[in-house]
């Protein structure tokens, strides 16, 4: 029996093009779309990221013994807590920073978001409803992990320019939000509506 040798074996080699012909500008442009692909996925990670590391704020925020809060106390989460919560470290790398030196990519990026946030919350920003006791039960089942089950919960919008008005932006498509009570709902149909 006769083994394959490098000898034997034809290596293939790497057509060239001339950098003005058809095919060169067809791989230039197969090129660019990759990249341009690559780029947006990676964008849309990141905000799924960001939008997951919100609501994961806002479960951890929510204290277990409450059925549900007022809009008063959805407001003092956001206002008080939410908003000043990067200040430590803010001033940390404040204190860190010598006399006369610019600020640390990191803390421009941290003063950026903090900003971004309080325009945010100034013209209206898009949070879930924990004012609804449904809504409140179903984000406890929340795992932390699954992007797909925020779109089942029901959101508002609270502006600090308007604190006493909160309108529903999305009413949640899992059953329980729907008008039927969490005792309406079987645990087993709960579970599937979830999975839906």
């Known amino acids: 029996?006769?083994?394959?040798?490098?000898?034997?074996?034809?290596?293939?080699?790497?057509?060239?093009?001339?950098?003005?012909?058809?095919?060169?500008?067809?791989?230039?442009?197969?090129?660019?779309?990759?990249a341009k692909l690559g780029e947006a996925a990676s964008k849309k990670s990141k905000k799924a990221y960001e939008k997951i590391?919100?609501?994961a704020f806002f479960?951890?925020?929510?204290p277990p013994e409450v059925e549900c809060l007022t809009l008063e106390q959805v407001h003092h989460i956001v206002r008080d807590i939410l908003l000043?919560?990067?200040?430590?470290?803010?001033?940390?790398e404040k204190k860190t920073?010598?006399?006369?030196r610019p600020p640390s990519a990191k803390e421009v990026k941290l003063e950026e978001l903090k900003a971004q946030e309080a325009e945010e919350y100034r013209t209206g920003m898009e949070v879930i409803d924990l004012t609804h006791p449904a809504n409140v039960t179903l984000l406890r089942r929340w795992n932390q992990d699954e992007r797909a089950f925020l779109?089942?919960?029901?959101?508002?919008?609270?502006?600090?320019?308007?604190?006493?008005?909160?309108?529903?932006?999305r009413p949640g498509r899992?059953?329980?939000?729907?008008?039927n009570t969490i005792?309406?709902?079987?645990?087993?149909?709960?579970?599937?509506?979830?999975?839906?």
């Open 1 to 34: 029996m006769k083994t394959a040798t490098p000898k034997d074996k034809k290596e293939k080699k790497e057509k060239v093009f001339h950098p003005q012909s058809r095919k060169a500008g067809q791989l230039e442009r197969k090129q660019l779309r990759v």
């Open 53 to 55: 590391d919100r609501h």
């Open 59 to 62: 479960f951890h925020a929510l």
């Open 84 to 92: 000043p919560r990067h200040d430590e470290e803010i001033e940390r």
């Open 97 to 100: 920073r010598r006399k006369g």
């Open 151 to 169: 779109d089942l919960l029901r959101y508002i919008r609270i502006s600090s320019t308007t604190p006493e008005v909160a309108p529903v932006t």
């Open 174 to 179: 899992h059953g329980t939000l729907s008008g």
């Open 183 to 196: 005792d309406e709902v079987s645990p087993d149909a709960a579970e599937t509506m979830a999975v839906d």
